[in-house]
T-cell receptor, first 115, second 110 residues
Framework: DAGITQSPRHKVTETGTPVTLRCHQT?????MYWYRQDPGHGLRLIHY???????DKGEVSDGYSVSRSKTEDFLLTLESATSSQTSVYFC??????????????FGPGTRLTVT | GQQLNQSPQSMFIQEGEDVSMNCTSS?????WLWYKQDPGEGPVLLIA?????ELTSNGRLTAQFGITRKDSFLNISASIPSDVGIYFC??????????FGTGTSLTVIP
């Protein structure tokens, strides 16, 4: 168990509302990632962070923003949720602690439904 | 974005049989990872490979980092019902982004 929690685990929200998902790690890993997983698309990178306040866009970043004010927390915000953002969202970490530098560990996921 | 070609897409096997799956890329990777995902859960790291030609085992699982650095293989020996799930490969190059295969769904028939 890599010490990653995500909250909430499930959420239903309405189109147009802002939503924030939280990822918390206890492993002091440098890198943190947000992915979405959809049938037929596999895991796609939304945003990632390479340090506190250092973030970069991934493959599917439109409509999403992130923030990392502490090593242990990485927040994903859907600025104005749309039905196309209905998905399962996974947080992942890599890059220090007792694991190898390039091993990536995943959280349990957040299932988001936008109605 | 870059996606890895993973095959087969799905497998139905009898308990006790061996399983092989592979992942190929048009790009070179420095690291190959193999994950298993159960329904409703996050992917769990099974094996990490760091060097071309490397062969690594984890119990009944064996994975290899291809010599060309563009492919990797996962074998499961003597499958059991709890091996059921989706297996993903992932590759990492000089940056710190990871690229994923589309998964192999494994069903084990008792």
């Amino acid at each position: 168990d890599a010490g990653i929690t995500q909250s909430p685990r499930h959420k239903v929200t309405e189109t147009g509302t802002p939503v924030t998902l939280r990822c918390h790690q206890t492993e002091n890993h440098r890198y943190m990632y947000w992915y979405r997983q959809d049938p037929g698309h596999g895991l796609r990178l939304i945003h990632y962070s390479y340090g506190v306040k250092d973030t970069d866009k991934g493959e599917v970043s439109d409509g999403y923003s992130v923030s990392r004010s502490k090593t242990e927390d990485f927040l994903l915000t859907l600025e104005s949720a749309t039905s196309s953002q209905t998905s399962v969202y996974f947080c992942a970490i890599s890059g220090s602690g007792t694991s190898g530098p390039y091993e990536q560990y995943f959280g349990p996921g957040t299932r988001l439904t936008v109605t | 974005g870059q996606q890895l070609n993973q095959s087969p897409q799905s497998m139905f096997i009898q308990e006790g049989e061996d399983v092989s799956m592979n992942c190929t890329s048009s790009s070179i990777f420095n690291t190959w990872l193999w994950y298993k995902q159960d329904p409703g859960e996050g992917p769990v790291l099974l094996i990490a490979l760091y060097k071309a030609g490397e062969l690594t085992s984890n119990g009944r699982l064996t994975a290899q980092f291809g010599i060309t650095r563009k492919d990797s293989f996962l074998n499961i020996s003597a499958s059991i019902p709890s091996d059921v799930g989706i297996y993903f490969c992932a590759g990492q190059n000089t940056g710190n982004q990871f690229y994923f295969g589309t998964g192999t769904s494994l069903t084990v028939i008792p």
